[in-house]
């Protein structure tokens, strides 16, 4: 197939100095380069190595930057009508978010004629309590969600489509679709319902593009979407799920999933986790408890699969997990009484890969109860919303943290790992969310600790805005070392384990360039946990230099569903720590 154009970009200027200062190349490679290009050839039948611009392998390089460059607030939108409690990035460019039904009326109208009747809390809702916000355009426009979906779940499936599962009342059964599309598309509501109510759950696409369901409030279940014929009636037990609930205040909802590079199901609940097979509906392995305190809505933390490093020949990298934040039990009690118990300032990781997995402790410079966790295209995570005091639920925390932390996993001095970035104005408590946008920025929105909508009167009033973030690699600074990607191989549909190449443009010639390619699933968020995120690390073939300002760097695929399940990936080429836009890939 041919290739897929992405975008153009202009260097005249740029070119017509350059080109009186350096003699154009001879080749698409220097002479050593190619010379050691040909003398690897007679090793690759067998075993491939990793290939770069001056033999630099290809492992995430730490991004330093200079203390100065600490991020930018962006404020968006004063008000998108909808508090955003949900969100889940699309494959064309947009964002679906949603809150809830029963807050009583939105500030966002729906489409004249577009009525909900009898609910809970209005005999008559015509106001919006979705929207689909554009991202290039920043613009939104109104959506109708027919049934309650408050803290409900979802996950993409393969052709892009939102599977949005469960929620409160008479929407805590439903299944709902969403498929991107550029016209008037809203959601769709299946007939058929869940087998179980889902309040608080967890959603995972699977290997087989079928989605898993875990869990919920008195839920101590699983169950797919679709079913098959051997799913046993729609629901499999999982005591484990009722062996981690707290009296009085659970401490097991939301719990954080993974896929693992087995195809087993990685499961973090309280303080406790598991790899379960969902097939045999067994549990293969328990991990030690991790230390200190509660993890679990509503002590709530966040987590992670840190990246997984991938090469041609090795179909089981290393895994580890990296979950922080959280409460102490009793936390959520207490602060129904009025007393703030401060929130956890610890992350904890281990390695499910190792022999003996254990976990490493490490403290945060700020602790936070409900925090939002994302994976950045470097390999880094930030940290971000949540309150230094307190438990997750209305009226439960207060003083929010302000400061994102970035926090840097392959940095060997853990005492260098953490760096505490420029703050918001907006306080993110309760019902607040974040995603990773396709530019490299952070899309944040929400906090609504309250039954209703309250946006007077209180400490932290209901957020209707919304607002971007962008991390110290989005800096004027590092814009001439910002890649441009023009075009990917196959169209961006790709075969798992197939070579694949990426043609992108730097401002200026870089002789030593140095680049990583990374692949995200986009997640869906809410309750600070980013369902279905996975950031895979690509095996670079090698890197050749086309021009003075043009090069393409060629790849392998994920080399399996159980590593990559199908499905739309942004993939971002990262030059010096700094990544460009993504491109988007659709593995089948």
């Not at 949005?164 to 299946?190: M, V």
Request: proline residues 8%; charged residues 15%.
């Amino acid at each position: 197939m041919g290739l897929i154009k992405i975008k153009s970009f202009s260097f005249l200027f740029t070119i017509l100095i350059l080109f009186s200062l350096f003699p154009p190349p001879s080749s698409s490679l220097s002479s050593s380069h190619r010379h050691r290009q040909h003398s690897r050839q007679k090793q690759r039948h067998h075993h491939r190595r990793n290939t770069q611009l001056n033999n630099i392998p290809s492992t995430f390089l730490p991004s330093f930057f200079p203390p100065n460059v600490n991020g930018e607030w962006v404020l968006l939108h004063h008000s998108i009508g909808v508090s955003a409690m949900h969100m889940q990035l699309l494959h064309n460019n947009k964002v679906v978010i949603f809150d809830r039904t029963d807050f009583g009326a939105s500030n966002l109208s729906l489409p004249e004629g577009k009525c909900r009747y009898d609910d809970e809390v209005l005999d008559v809702d015509c106001s919006a309590h979705s929207i689909i916000y554009d991202i290039p355009s920043n613009t939104y426009r109104p959506l109708m969600v027919q049934t309650d979906v408050w803290c409900s779940s979802g996950a993409l499936n393969s052709d892009g489509t939102l599977i949005q599962t469960g929620g409160y009342h008479a929407g805590d059964r439903k299944i709902r679709l969403f498929s991107p599309c550029d016209d008037d598309c809203d959601w769709t509501e299946l007939p058929q319902n869940l087998t179980v109510q889902r309040w608080y759950a967890s959603d995972h696409i699977l290997p087989d593009g079928r989605v898993i369901i875990v869990g919920g409030r008195k839920a101590f279940s699983y169950e797919f979407f679709p079913k098959n014929e051997n799913d046993n009636g729609g629901v499999f037990d999982l005591p484990f799920l009722m062996e981690t609930t707290d009296p009085d205040e659970e401490n097991n909802l939301y719990p954080f999933l993974y896929i693992l590079p087995d195809g087993n199901l990685y499961i973090f609940s309280n303080q406790r986790s598991i790899v379960l097979d969902y097939v045999n509906n067994k549990i293969i392995k328990e991990f030690p408890m991790i230390p200190g305190e509660k993890r679990s809505y509503p002590s709530t933390g966040s987590s992670v699969m840190l990246p997984l490093r991938l090469h041609s020949v090795d179909q089981n990298p290393v895994v580890e997990v990296l979950i922080c934040g959280g409460a102490w039990g009793g936390a959520y009690v207490k602060a129904q009484e009025g007393e703030f118990w401060r929130a956890s300032n610890t992350c904890g990781r281990m390695k499910l890969t190792d022999s003996d997995p254990q976990w490493v402790m490490e403290e945060m410079p700020l602790g936070r109860i409900m925090p939002d966790m994302l994976l950045l295209p470097t390999g880094d995570v930030i940290i971000l919303n949540g309150a230094a005091n307190g438990a997750a639920g209305w009226e439960n925390a207060v003083d929010p943290v302000l400061n994102p932390i970035l926090y840097r996993p392959d940095e060997p001095d853990p005492t260098k790992r953490f760096t505490v970035l420029n703050p918001s104005t907006i306080p993110r408590m309760y019902h607040s969310s974040a995603t990773l946008l396709p530019d490299g920025r952070i899309l944040v929105g929400g906090s609504n600790p309250h039954s209703t909508y309250n946006f007077t009167g209180v400490m932290y009033p209901t957020e209707l805005s919304l607002e971007a973030f962008s991390p110290p690699y989005l800096a004027t600074e590092y814009a001439h070392n910002t890649p441009l990607i023009q075009a990917v191989d196959q169209g961006g549909i790709l075969s798992y384990g197939q070579q694949f190449s990426i043609t992108f443009s730097l401002a200026f010639r870089h002789p030593d360039a140095r680049f990583i390619v990374s692949m995200i699933a986009p997640s869906f968020t809410t309750h600070s946990f980013a369902m279905n995120q996975r950031l895979l690390v690509l095996d670079i073939v090698g890197v050749e230099w086309l021009s003075w300002f043009d090069y393409k760097v060629t790849v392998f695929a994920p080399s399996s569903r159980n590593i990559a399940p199908p499905g739309y990936y942004m993939v971002f080429v990262v030059h010096q720590g700094v990544p460009g836009h993504c491109v988007w890939v659709r593995m089948q």
